[in-house]
Every structure is written in structure tokens, then in C-alpha cells.
């Protein structure tokens, strides 16, 4: 079948470095998203990997590990505007139009 | 720039009530548009997605249906809304590839009474 598991919760400190992971397991991968969503609001792209190794924007990077079936997003310089809701989301070959199978989410909790 | 307009906002239905929801794409042409749901606290399941005008794919058998009358125009309906269809619905739209990432139109937050 087809899955993403990511944790329920993360909780860090503003300031600090957090890693959010992201397992997978699917037919055909072809590549792994994340999004933030704030409470209330829709769903933001951050990053995508389609090969392995690490993608840095800013603050955020993602890292991908195909042989794994295994990524992160990493936050530096936590920000309390960081508390969101981050989901992993792969891409699968065997899946048209693409189309992306959704992690539960991991809801980032900063404490000043 | 592209832009993705969604409304209403909020709704708050009846049981038994229909449901019409629109969603509209700007700067593009022949999107691949999508409806999602998602439940408190939880994923996007997605439940339709469009490849051009007229053409429809469902995900998820249920009493939703969606429609694409113009290359732009998205709609989602319902003739009779359950108290399962309560949730946060969320149109989206992708440029060349999941790269580029899904861009999400606001959402509408749909109660069903």
C-alpha cells in the first residue's frame, strides 16, 4: 500500500532547530513535498525533493533519502510564527495527473 | 501572477441541503484543478480532480460530485449534505509538476446542522 508517517506533534523552543520526519512507503516514488498551514488557513507550499541530498530556502531546509524512503524538514531560528501544522506529501508515478498522498500532519508547537 | 479564488468562506448547511462551492484560476490556462477535504486535526483526502473542461475524476465514492464548466471554474456540489460532509474544503491548482507545489485557494469551512 501506500503511506506517510510523520509525528502527531513536535514541541521546541523559539530560537531552536527543530527536524520534522517523514517516512513513506509507496509503488512508484517520484518525489516528497512539504507544507505549512497555519490554524484556519489553507495549506502552503515550502519545498519539494525529487533527488536525494538536502534543499535549503531561508530558514527551512528538506532533506530526502530515496534509498531510505526517508525525509525531513528542517526550521532553524525557530520563530513563534513558526507554530503550524507541517505535511509531508509524496508523489507517486503510479498516480496521474499529479496527484499527492498526504502525510497526517505534525503540529509544531514553540514555547517562547 | 496566477491567483485561486474560492468562496464562501464559511457555510453553515442544513442536512438534506445542497452545496455548491466554486473555485476560479487566474493567470493560467488548462490547470489541473483539485477539490480536497480535510477534517479537524487531520490530512487532505482528495476528492476530485480535473484535467480540462468537462473532465472529472473521482477519488472518494460518496453524495459529492464536481464539475468543470469552464477551463478556469471548478465547482463542487451536493444535492442532499450529510453530517459526514462537515469538514474544511480546499481547491487547488499545480503548474508543471509537483516542483512547483500546489497552490491552495482559502478554503471554505463547511458545518453541516
Known amino acids: 500500500g501506500q503511506s506517510l508517517e510523520q509525528p502527531s506533534e513536535v514541541t521546541a523552543v523559539e530560537g531552536a532547530i527543530v527536524q520534522i520526519n517523514c517516512t513513506y512507503q509507496?509503488?512508484?516514488?517520484?518525489?516528497l513535498s512539504w507544507y505549512q498551514q497555519h490554524d484556519g488557513g489553507a495549506p502552503t507550499f515550502l519545498s519539494y525533493?525529487?533527488l536525494d541530498g538536502l534543499e535549503e530556502t531561508g530558514r527551512f531546509s528538506s532533506f530526502l533519502s530515496r534509498s531510505d524512503s526517508y525525509g525531513y524538514l528542517l526550521l532553524q531560528e525557530l520563530q513563534m510564527k513558526d507554530s503550524a501544522s507541517y505535511f509531508c506529501?509524496?508523489?507517486?508515478?503510479?498516480?496521474?495527473?499529479?496527484?499527492?498522498?498526504w502525510g497526517a500532519g505534525t503540529k509544531l508547537i514553540i514555547k517562547p | 501572477s496566477q491567483t485561486i479564488h474560492q468562496w464562501p468562506a464559511t457555510l453553515v448547511q442544513p442536512v438534506g441541503s445542497p452545496l455548491s462551492l466554486e473555485c476560479t484560476v487566474e493567470?493560467?490556462?488548462?490547470?489541473?484543478l483539485y477539490w480536497y477535504r480535510q477534517a479537524a486535526g487531520r490530512g487532505l483526502q482528495l476528492l476530485f480532480y480535473?484535467?480540462?473542461?468537462?473532465?472529472i475524476s473521482s477519488e472518494v465514492p460518496q453524495n459529492l460530485s464536481a464539475s468543470r464548466p469552464q477551463d478556469r471554474q471548478f465547482i463542487l456540489s451536493s444535492k442532499k449534505l450529510l453530517l459526514s460532509d462537515s469538514g474544511f474544503y480546499l481547491c487547488?491548482?499545480?503548474?508543471?509538476?509537483?516542483?512547483?507545489?500546489?497552490?491552495f485557494g482559502s478554503g471554505t469551512r463547511l458545518t453541516v446542522v
Open positions: 506529501a509524496v508523489r507517486d508515478r503510479m498516480r496521474s495527473n499529479y496527484q499527492l498522498i
Open positions: 487547488a491548482w499545480v503548474y508543471s509538476g509537483a516542483r512547483y507545489g500546489y497552490t
Open positions: 480535473s484535467v480540462g473542461i468537462g473532465q
Open positions: 525533493n525529487g
Open positions: 493567470g493560467t490556462s488548462n490547470p489541473n
Open positions: 509507496t509503488s512508484g516514488f517520484y518525489g
